[in-house]
């Protein structure tokens, strides 16, 4: 069964604005990872958030962990048309990463 | 430095038939996974390996699927006998292994498309 679950499932935006991604998680973690993937290719990775952070920040995404919520959420700020694509989140180990079903983000120019 | 090469990028193959995806790691890494994604789907881990060792085959269907890290070469996945519910995207991804695996991310490639006519 899926570990993360995204929310919401897709998203539109006009460029310039903010987008929030949301994930929620069922089990115990040690690390939390974003991924983004444009359309046919592979993931990238994004950021890693530790279990005892709160809250990380890497140019214009900033990353917050709840693991008291099992939750964590993803801001894009000053989105651009670039930051179309599908996001995921990932627990787990890297030997055995789960992803969720993502959040696809249309950010219109 | 070259990232996770994959391919072929497209693969049809008919029913019945074998596919053999292939995957190089990026120079340095010694330790591959694999991931299938359905459409509208997020990836689902198949299978670890490390040089000549299968380490957790535990998200690999039990029959007509195979992977292998040679000691030279590129690590390949194996279906036989493919059929239709084997179309998907299949992933490859390789991470460095230093230290503690827990905080380290995986390098994807691009994917193979195996359509099954």
């Known amino acids: 069964s899926q570990q993360g679950e995204e929310d919401p499932q897709a998203l539109s935006i006009q460029e310039g604005e903010n987008a929030t991604m949301n994930c929620s998680y069922k089990?115990?973690?040690?690390?939390l990872q974003w991924y983004r993937q444009n359309s046919g290719r592979g993931l990238v990775h994004l950021i890693l958030?530790?279990?005892?952070?709160r809250e990380k920040h890497s140019g214009r995404l900033r990353v917050t962990l709840d693991t008291s919520k099992k939750s964590s959420s993803l801001l894009i700020t000053a989105s651009r048309a670039a930051d179309t694509a599908s996001y995921f989140c990932?627990?787990?180990?890297?030997?055995?990463?789960?992803f969720g079903k993502g959040t696809k983000l249309t950010v219109n120019p | 430095n070259a990232g996770v090469m994959q391919n072929p990028r497209h693969l049809v193959r008919r029913r019945g038939q074998e596919a053999r995806l292939r995957c190089s790691p990026m120079?340095?890494?010694?330790?591959v996974y694999w991931y299938r994604q359905l459409p509208e789907e997020g990836l689902k881990f198949m299978v670890y390996l490390q040089k000549e060792n299968i380490i957790d085959e535990s998200g690999m269907p039990k029959e007509r699927f195979s992977a292998e890290f040679p000691k030279e070469g590129p690590s390949i996945l194996r279906i036989q006998q493919v059929v239709r519910g084997d179309s998907a995207a299949y992933f490859c991804a390789s991470s460095p292994f230093e230290g503690s695996s827990y905080n380290s991310p995986l390098h994807f490639g691009n994917g193979t498309r195996l359509t099954v006519t």
């Open positions: 120079k340095g890494h010694s330790h």
């Open positions: 990932a627990t787990g180990g890297s030997e055995k990463l789960v």
């Open positions: 958030i530790r279990s005892n952070e």
């Open positions: 089990t115990s973690i040690n690390n």
